[in-house]
């Protein structure tokens, strides 16, 4: 069984920093990439970044292009996602997710919650003064 845990969330005032971290426990499984997305109360869960496993190549939304830099270690067997520039916008639940499949050929199939296999439980960031 894999798990996906996720930490580092937390409040912080407009304009600060977060880490988030997404670490892998349990059996060695490939993945082809780690997501992260995020759902704020009444919205639907949207993608916010991914990072190719192998390559380390990373895509973002436009909400995080600029402010927001995905990490791994393969090695830790996980991801971080360093967040700058906080806004209140950015408050939400935040989610990691495996895609085990590939290889992609759209960016855009990595949009899509339904390409990815397994998940983290999340964990919440608060952006308020």
């Known amino acids: 069984q894999v798990q996906l845990v996720e930490s580092g969330g937390g409040s912080v005032q407009p304009g600060g920093s977060l880490q988030l971290s997404c670490a892998a426990s349990g059996r060695a499984f490939n993945r082809y990439a780690m997501g992260w997305f995020r759902q704020a109360p009444g919205n639907e869960r949207e993608f916010g970044g991914v990072?190719?496993?192998?390559?380390?190549?990373?895509y973002y939304a436009d909400s995080a292009k600029g402010r927001f830099i995905l990490s791994r270690d393969t090695a830790k067997n996980t991801v971080y996602l360093q967040m700058n520039g906080l806004i209140p916008e950015d408050t939400s639940i935040y989610y990691c997710?495996?895609?085990?499949?590939?290889?992609?050929?759209?960016?855009?199939?990595?949009?899509?919650?339904?390409?990815?296999?397994?998940w983290g439980q999340g964990t919440q960031v608060t952006v308020s003064s």
């Open positions: 990072v190719k496993w192998n390559e380390g190549t990373t």
């Open positions: 997710a495996a895609l085990r499949s590939g290889p992609i050929w759209s960016l855009s199939d990595y949009w899509s919650r339904a390409n990815y296999d397994i």
